[in-house]
């Protein structure tokens, strides 16, 4: 996904937060995903708990987006905000081979200047 972005990390508040991540193999074409990416991405910067979001893909169309939340419930709404449920729809019929989605709560974070080691 090539959505543009002030840095390269998300910038989070200390733990504990939620972690959704959508990892997924890329159809051949671009058939607007872009665009519907980039609109994705700034609806859920408004979602009541969204915190930040991290997203990379490689040449071979894996890609990986990890987006922070600061609870369950605001997961679970955003999963049902109706152009996001649109653009799922899309997802599986254009753009996706196969994807999985993953949640987990996030404990502990640290950076490479805050290492435990």
Same mark, same amino acid.
């Given at each position: ?10 910038t ?38 969204? *915190? #930040?979001? +991290? ?8 890609? $990986?987006?990890?987006?922070?939340? %600061?609870?369950?419930? &605001? ?14 729809? *899309? #997802?599986? +019929? ?8 993953? $949640?987990?709560?996030?404990?502990? %974070?640290?950076?490479? &200047?805050?290492?435990?080691f």
């Amino acid at each position: 996904m090539s959505v543009a972005s002030e840095h390269l990390f998300a910038t989070l508040p200390d733990p504990p937060y939620y972690v959704v991540t959508f990892s997924s193999d890329r159809t051949q074409g671009e058939h607007g995903y872009g665009a519907m990416a980039e609109r994705m991405v700034d609806m859920a910067r408004q979602q009541p708990g969204f *915190l #930040g979001i +991290e997203s990379a893909r490689g040449a071979d169309g894996f890609g $990986i987006t990890n987006s922070y939340w %600061a609870d369950e419930a &605001s997961i679970l709404a955003w999963k049902k905000v109706v152009d996001h449920l649109a653009a799922q729809r *899309l #997802g599986r +019929e254009r753009w996706y081979r196969d994807y999985r989605v993953r $949640i987990g709560r996030i404990e502990r %974070a640290y950076s490479m &200047s805050e290492s435990e080691f």
